[in-house]
């Protein structure tokens, strides 16, 4: 008798449940249960008549959606269930593989206990583990801080632009610390024009920012600057506050993205995949950090390929007649910060070391393949090595 199952159709707030004691003996009818407690009792009572009738323990398998199932998926580990994931790739495969393929919420629950039945033995032996969710999820909200602050940072050259015209003609470093107390503490130009170049020295040199004499030295520019700038607005003016508020949220935000790395961090260093990753020439802390947060639990990749795929760098593979279909662009049906993190190294290790993924960039650039092409084709040379770096336990080899 085949193992006991409950199908899990996963939607936002809802889903569709039905149970199988095998694949040709589905149990009643789909039914649908909102992601509440009182209504998420059903499942139990569902897993309870399969266990009494089959003798065997009921497995819980579910298509993973964003975030919609982790609180049915909650629910479902507290019962005691083994929760089996199933991606929607691999149940899209065994939907289109039928001769009518059809796709509605109630047939979804059929096609992904068939996707169970067909590949566990392979594929779907490992249950559910909580594992470094904590870590991605730091990894996605880091992100979502920087998309902001680049964002706010657009904002900030804009009003830095109105208020503070061509300051980058004295004073290079606009975006430095330096400069950022300056308009923190003046605001505006004739601000500064009042002060002294000894009052400005003593400012950076208590914010930690230089050594009073070269403070002098960088008063007396901004001095120079002030007394020759020509503002677009007035003191009073609401883009003068504008631009102070700016800045002060590129403040609190390079803080939070701070905070959240030295999280991260202190998680990571716990595995041995960070170190693994960090091994890895022109790889650096941070990107390290992104590549081992999206990689994750990496014992769930058996092969190679599963690492490649999970990425999206897997090629889209499209027969017919003579032509074979291959060469063709990469699938982008996976992790895209993974795979743009890979592109990031990929990038930074060409021109700079020599290597082995470096030479394989060099060899595929050499036979007619533009840069980006080369470049993708190498990305997917790195996961396969950063898959034998943590399959073997050793760091990055320079042949």
Not at 141 to 154: D, G, I, Q
Request: glycine content about 6%; hydrophobic content about 35%; charged content about 25%.
């Amino acid at each position: 008798m085949e193992r006991p199952i409950i199908s899990c159709d996963v939607s936002k707030g809802s889903s569709h449940i039905r149970g199988f004691i095998g694949l040709s003996n589905p149990v009643g009818d789909p039914f649908v249960v909102r992601h509440i407690k009182s209504e998420l009792k059903q499942i139990k009572e569902l897993a309870k008549s399969l266990e009494k009738q089959t003798h065997q323990n009921v497995a819980f398998v579910f298509e993973y959606t964003g975030v919609y199932h982790e609180s049915i998926l909650a629910y479902v580990l507290s019962i005691g269930l083994d929760a089996y994931p199933i991606s929607p790739l691999e149940s899209a495969k065994v939907r289109k593989s039928n001769i009518r393929p059809v796709k509605t919420d109630s047939k979804d629950c059929t096609n992904i206990a068939e996707t169970f039945y067909k590949k566990e033995e392979k594929h779907l032996n490992k249950k559910y583990v909580s594992d470094q969710s904590s870590v991605k999820a730091l990894s996605r909200h880091r992100r979502s801080l920087m998309n902001e602050l680049r964002a706010v940072k657009c904002t900030y050259r804009r009003y830095l632009d109105l208020v503070w015209p061509c300051l980058d003609v004295y004073y290079s470093k606009v975006d430095g610390t330096i400069i950022k107390t300056i308009v923190s503490k003046y605001h505006h130009p004739n601000v500064l024009k009042r002060r002294t170049s000894q009052q400005i020295a003593e400012i950076l040199e208590n914010n930690g920012h230089c050594s009073f004499k070269r403070g002098l030295t960088i008063a007396d520019k901004l001095k120079d600057y002030a007394l020759d700038s020509v503002s677009g607005v007035n003191e009073k003016s609401e883009y003068v506050n504008c631009l102070t508020e700016t800045l002060n949220r590129i403040i609190e935000l390079e803080n939070k993205i701070e905070e959240t790395e030295n999280k991260m961090d202190g998680l990571l260093r716990k595995g041995q995949l960070y170190g693994l990753i960090k091994s890895i020439p022109g790889v650096g802390e941070k990107l390290s950090m992104v590549i081992s947060s999206e990689i994750g639990d990496y014992t769930r990749f058996k092969t190679a390929k599963q690492l490649v795929a999970y990425i999206g760098l897997d090629p889209h593979i499209d027969q017919s007649g003579d032509d074979n279909g291959e060469h063709r662009s990469i699938t982008r049906k996976g992790n895209s910060i993974l795979r743009s993190a890979l592109y990031v190294a990929v990038n930074c290790m060409i021109g700079q070391y020599d290597n082995q993924i470096t030479k394989f960039y060099y060899q595929k650039k050499s036979s007619g393949l533009p840069h980006k092409v080369a470049a993708v084709a190498t990305c997917r040379k790195l996961a396969c090595t950063i898959f034998g770096m943590f399959t073997s336990g050793v760091c990055f080899e320079t042949k």
